[in-house]
């Protein structure tokens, strides 16, 4: 399968805990993208890379999240001091430039 | 803010129904536009997109969408539903004005066809 693959896919942590996802885009993508979707909304842009650059980031994302893409291939998406309100499905996506984006089957994760 | 309204969030058919899911969007200038679907169990793809040329746009599984810049909507139809086309379904749309060139998702329409 040469998707966007997002491991684990399923996550489930205590309030206070760090977490790390991980995503490795189609390969010969150079943007990455992370999202984060709630149930009955759709997909909210949280930031994204080009190559090694991370070249955007939402307001979305407070200083509890950090990515990173270092070598420009796979990307990881750290969430530390995990609250509730964090539970959400993290979609990743990539794609060449400004062209369609690829959906990987996205982390659900679940703050207790 | 830029937006994109969805307005049925939830539609019910029958198989063989036709369908029209709407898509406005309140941006000005140039835009892309895309629609994506998810599945049960799987990850959103795309549909069909806009970038420019002929405003319908046909799609994979018989979908098309028609682009009308003056009404700032890009409508989603299929003549006749099956039941294999249950599923989420998110209208998108990029701005090309203001540098950023990260779409905005509506928040979905649920889309259940009865066989």
């Known amino acids: 399968d040469t998707g966007v693959s997002q491991d684990p896919r399923h996550k489930i942590t205590k309030r206070g805990q760090n977490v790390t996802f991980r995503c490795d885009p189609i390969?010969?993508?150079?943007?990455l993208y992370w999202y984060r979707q709630t149930l009955g909304q759709g997909p909210e842009f949280l930031t994204y890379?080009?190559?090694?650059?991370?070249?955007?980031k939402s307001r979305l994302l407070s200083d509890r999240f950090s990515a990173e893409r270092p070598k420009g291939s796979f990307s990881t998406l750290e969430i530390q001091r995990t609250e509730q309100g964090d539970s959400a499905m993290y979609l990743c996506?990539?794609?060449?430039?400004?062209?369609?984006?690829?959906f990987g089957p996205g982390t659900r994760l679940t703050v207790t | 803010a830029q937006s994109v309204s969805q307005h049925n969030h939830h539609v019910i058919l029958s198989e063989a129904a036709s369908l029209e899911l709407g898509c406005n969007y309140s941006y000005g200038g140039t835009v892309n536009l895309f629609w994506y679907v998810q599945y049960p169990g799987q990850h959103l793809q795309l549909l069909l997109k806009?970038?420019?040329?002929?405003?319908l746009v046909k799609g994979i599984k018989g979908f098309e969408a028609e682009f009308i810049k003056s009404k700032f909507s890009f409508n989603l139809r299929k003549p006749s539903v099956q039941w294999s086309d249950t599923a989420e379904y998110f209208c998108a749309v990029r701005s090309l004005s203001g540098g950023s060139y990260i779409p905005t998702f509506g928040r979905g329409t649920s889309l259940i066809v009865h066989p």
């Open positions: 996506a990539s794609s060449i430039l400004e062209n369609e984006q690829y």
């Open positions: 390969s010969e993508h150079n943007r």
């Open positions: 806009y970038f420019s040329g002929d405003p």
């Open positions: 890379f080009q190559n090694e650059a991370q070249l955007e």
